[in-house]
């Protein structure tokens, strides 16, 4: 079983739709949750960041973590089709510096 | 805005044969990552420098990889003899901020493997 598991899609949904992206982990020392977008050909960009349990919210973006379900979302309001890429899901425990990546769930909006 | 730099951003290469690659860290960036990225595939770390030192490489296949950072700042990572089963993105990361995850990764170095 991998620590980190992700669906990988492919997720499609009509542009302007609220967007649930997740992924569930085995490690109960991960402290540490990111999501990370790619765009097709690019590298990974952070989009949000969040430490331990609890919601993060950012213009169209939520993260969520719920530490002792050991899962953890990213919503997306209002989708545009700038969206459309891979939504990678990682962590981290305190004190190690390796992320641990899931396996990224490719979104695409249509207009 | 600062950026990770990557070269060459595509390499095909036939197997047996010496690939590297090459990254420039953001200014200031004290720690700087490999990681390599399979196709449908999240990224798994190869190399983790801090400075010029090592910090993690116990996923890094030694018989034919090699990375390094003499000067602490940037740094090329090689393959020699290449494998067909090597092709994939070649990403590298630097971080301002230790222990937080918090990476800027570069476009990547995609290799294609003959």
């Known amino acids: 079983q991998k620590e980190v598991e992700q669906d990988p899609g492919p997720l499609s949904v009509p542009e302007g739709a609220i967007v649930s992206l997740n992924c569930t982990y085995s490690?109960?020392?991960?402290?540490?949750f990111m999501w990370y977008r790619q765009y097709s050909r690019k590298g990974p960009e952070l989009l949000m960041y969040?430490?331990?349990?609890g919601n993060k919210e950012d213009g169209r973006f939520t993260a969520q973590v719920d530490k002792s379900s050991k899962y953890i979302s990213l919503f997306i309001r209002d989708s545009q089709p700038s969206d459309s890429a891979t939504y990678l899901c990682?962590?981290?425990?305190?004190?190690?510096?390796?992320?641990?990546f899931g396996t990224g769930t490719r979104l695409t909006i249509i207009p | 805005e600062a950026e990770v730099a990557q070269s060459p951003r595509y390499k095909i290469t036939e197997k047996s044969q010496a690939v590297a690659f090459w990254c420039d860290p953001i200014?200031?960036?004290?720690?700087l990552y490999w990681y390599r990225q399979i196709l449908g595939q999240g990224p798994e770390l190869l190399v983790q420098?801090?400075?010029?030192?090592?910090?993690?490489d116990s996923q890094l296949p030694k018989d034919r990889f090699s990375a390094e950072r003499l000067k602490g700042v940037d740094s090329t990572l090689k393959i020699q003899p290449a494998e067909l089963g090597d092709s994939a993105m070649y990403l590298c990361?630097?971080?301002?901020?230790?222990?937080?995850?918090?990476?800027?990764f570069g476009e990547g170095s995609r290799l294609t493997v003959l």
């Open positions: 990361a630097s971080s301002l901020a230790r222990l937080t995850g918090e990476l800027f």
């Open positions: 490690n109960s020392a991960f402290q540490y």
């Open positions: 969040t430490y331990s349990s």
């Open positions: 990682a962590m981290k425990d305190f004190g190690n510096e390796k992320l641990t």
């Open positions: 200014s200031g960036h004290a720690t």
């Open positions: 420098f801090q400075d010029e030192s090592v910090v993690d």
